[in-house]
């Protein structure tokens, strides 16, 4: 059972406003243990619960159903109005929304070898007469990635 003034003296109601929901107040923030991802829980009865998850269900009694996402995009927030229920397709939609989700693609990875000039010669040339392994040599790539880029295999979410 959950001890209810036990659980709120571990929270913070002095928190940041949220720039995306400031009409909705402040955060309020978990003071206790944190897990890896930032967000608050709290021990009941053998197990840990995702603080955000009970405070809802302190305010509404239930729990959010099946998640309980934040408005305020922080994780360490308990402030029930900040929270709302919603499954994977909504907290993926509010991710992309908001700009968290979106990955970035061709020479703006992090990972990228080849800026996007560099992938339309490798186009232009492979679909020509220069052998893979002659591109993978000039570019300094492998030639399984040479193949890649011009199978359209590579860079495809990048619009060339």
């Given amino acids: 059972?959950?001890?209810?003034?036990?659980?709120?003296?571990?929270?913070?109601?002095a928190g940041p406003l949220p720039v995306n929901c400031p009409e909705l107040g402040r955060c309020w923030l978990w003071k206790g243990n944190l897990n890896n991802e930032g967000y608050g829980r709290y021990f009941v009865n053998g197990k840990y619960y995702r603080a955000h998850r009970l405070s809802f269900y302190l305010t509404y009694g239930h729990y959010p159903n099946p998640q309980g996402l934040h408005h305020c995009d922080n994780p360490a927030c308990c402030n029930p109005l900040h929270v709302y229920e919603g499954g994977d397709i909504e907290n993926t939609k509010d991710k992309e929304n908001r700009h968290r989700g979106n990955h970035?693609?061709?020479?703006?990875?992090?990972?990228?070898?080849?800026?996007?000039?560099?992938?339309?010669?490798?186009?232009?040339?492979?679909?020509?007469?220069?052998s893979p392994a002659t591109l993978a040599e000039l570019y300094k790539v492998s030639i399984s990635h040479i193949r890649n880029i011009i199978a359209d295999r590579k860079w495809q979410g990048e619009t060339l």
């Fill in 1 to 13: 059972m959950i001890v209810e003034n036990t659980f709120w003296t571990n929270v913070d109601k």
């Fill in 104 to 130: 970035p693609k061709g020479e703006n990875h992090g990972a990228a070898k080849l800026t996007r000039e560099q992938v339309l010669d490798i186009r232009r040339l492979g679909k020509s007469s220069q």
